[in-house]
Protein backbone atom coordinates (compact mmCIF):
# COMPACT_ATOMS: atom_id res chain seq x y z
CA UNK A 1 0.00 0.00 0.00
CA UNK A 2 2.72 2.54 0.92
CA UNK A 3 4.56 1.87 -2.53
CA UNK A 4 1.39 2.53 -4.32
CA UNK A 5 1.42 5.36 -2.73
CA UNK A 6 5.25 6.76 -3.29
CA UNK A 7 4.18 5.96 -7.08
CA UNK A 8 1.02 8.16 -6.57
CA UNK A 9 3.09 10.70 -5.13
CA UNK A 10 5.40 10.37 -7.79
CA UNK A 11 2.78 11.04 -10.66
CA UNK A 12 1.73 14.00 -8.70
CA UNK A 13 -1.64 12.49 -7.01
CA UNK A 14 -0.50 13.99 -3.70
CA UNK A 15 -3.99 13.27 -2.21
CA UNK A 16 -4.71 9.93 -3.27
CA UNK A 17 -1.25 9.17 -2.28
CA UNK A 18 -1.72 10.96 1.04
CA UNK A 19 -4.56 9.02 1.88
CA UNK A 20 -3.26 5.75 1.14
CA UNK A 21 -0.63 6.25 2.85
CA UNK A 22 -2.56 7.47 6.02
CA UNK A 23 -4.91 4.40 5.77
CA UNK A 24 -1.42 1.91 6.29
CA UNK A 25 0.36 4.08 8.93
CA UNK A 26 -3.07 3.27 10.94
CA UNK A 27 -3.18 -0.35 9.79
CA UNK A 28 0.38 -0.43 11.12
CA UNK A 29 -0.08 1.41 13.66
CA UNK A 30 -3.32 -0.99 15.19
CA UNK A 31 -0.60 -4.37 14.90
CA UNK A 32 2.29 -2.80 15.93
CA UNK A 33 3.92 -3.05 12.82
CA UNK A 34 7.67 -3.09 12.89
CA UNK A 35 8.60 -0.75 10.18
CA UNK A 36 6.15 2.14 11.01
CA UNK A 37 9.05 4.65 11.06
CA UNK A 38 9.18 3.70 7.52
CA UNK A 39 5.68 4.42 6.66
CA UNK A 40 5.69 7.91 8.44
CA UNK A 41 8.79 8.68 6.60
CA UNK A 42 6.40 7.90 3.44
CA UNK A 43 3.94 10.32 4.64
CA UNK A 44 6.28 12.88 5.88
CA UNK A 45 7.58 12.40 2.19
CA UNK A 46 3.75 12.90 1.04
CA UNK A 47 3.10 15.76 3.01
CA UNK A 48 6.14 17.56 2.01
CA UNK A 49 5.13 17.63 -1.34
CA UNK A 50 1.98 19.03 -0.79
CA UNK A 51 3.27 21.29 0.96
CA UNK A 52 2.22 20.71 4.84
CA UNK A 53 5.47 21.36 6.20
CA UNK A 54 4.84 21.48 9.70
CA UNK A 55 2.58 17.91 9.27
CA UNK A 56 5.64 16.55 7.34
CA UNK A 57 8.35 17.53 10.83
CA UNK A 58 5.80 15.96 12.65
CA UNK A 59 6.04 12.57 11.14
CA UNK A 60 9.42 12.94 10.26
CA UNK A 61 10.45 13.56 13.78
CA UNK A 62 8.01 10.84 15.16
CA UNK A 63 9.97 8.51 12.19
CA UNK A 64 13.32 9.10 13.54
CA UNK A 65 12.57 8.29 17.16
CA UNK A 66 11.35 4.59 15.83
CA UNK A 67 13.74 4.15 13.66
CA UNK A 68 16.26 4.85 16.45
CA UNK A 69 14.79 2.95 18.31
CA UNK A 70 14.84 -0.22 15.96
CA UNK A 71 18.55 0.50 15.35
CA UNK A 72 17.43 1.32 11.32
CA UNK A 73 20.50 3.10 10.17
CA UNK A 74 19.10 3.26 6.54
CA UNK A 75 15.11 4.64 8.03
CA UNK A 76 17.36 6.97 9.51
CA UNK A 77 19.40 8.48 7.29
CA UNK A 78 16.39 8.63 4.81
CA UNK A 79 14.64 10.55 7.70
CA UNK A 80 16.82 12.82 8.14
CA UNK A 81 17.72 13.59 4.33
CA UNK A 82 14.04 14.25 4.39
CA UNK A 83 14.19 16.54 7.08
CA UNK A 84 16.86 18.39 5.39
CA UNK A 85 14.50 18.76 2.60
CA UNK A 86 12.09 20.19 4.66
CA UNK A 87 14.16 22.89 5.97
CA UNK A 88 15.58 23.72 2.28
CA UNK A 89 11.44 23.92 1.63
CA UNK A 90 10.72 26.48 4.21
CA UNK A 91 14.14 28.41 2.91
CA UNK A 92 12.80 28.69 -0.37
CA UNK A 93 9.23 29.40 1.15
CA UNK A 94 10.42 32.54 3.59
CA UNK A 95 12.36 33.95 0.69
CA UNK A 96 9.69 33.62 -1.64
CA UNK A 97 7.53 35.75 1.25
CA UNK A 98 9.85 38.01 1.70
CA UNK A 99 10.24 38.90 -2.06
CA UNK A 100 6.54 38.81 -2.29
CA UNK A 101 6.67 41.62 0.44
CA UNK A 102 9.57 43.55 -0.72
CA UNK A 103 7.62 43.91 -4.40
CA UNK A 104 4.02 44.91 -2.29
CA UNK A 105 6.59 48.10 -0.84
CA UNK A 106 7.72 48.79 -3.52
CA UNK A 107 3.98 49.14 -5.23
CA UNK A 108 2.95 51.42 -2.46
CA UNK A 109 6.08 53.86 -2.48
CA UNK A 110 5.00 53.83 -6.20
Known sequence: MSDLAT???LQGHH?????LVQHAVELSRSVTH???????????G????TGRLEDSV??????????????????????????KEVKKRREEVKKK????????????ED
Not at 34 to 44: K, R
Not at 64 to 75: F, I, R, V
Not at 97 to 108: L, N
Open 34 to 44: PDLQVLLGNMA
Open 97 to 108: KEEEEEKEEKKE
Open 58 to 83: RCYQEALSLALQAKDQEAVHAIQEGL
Open 46 to 49: ILLH
Open 15 to 19: DDALQ
Open 7 to 9: ILD
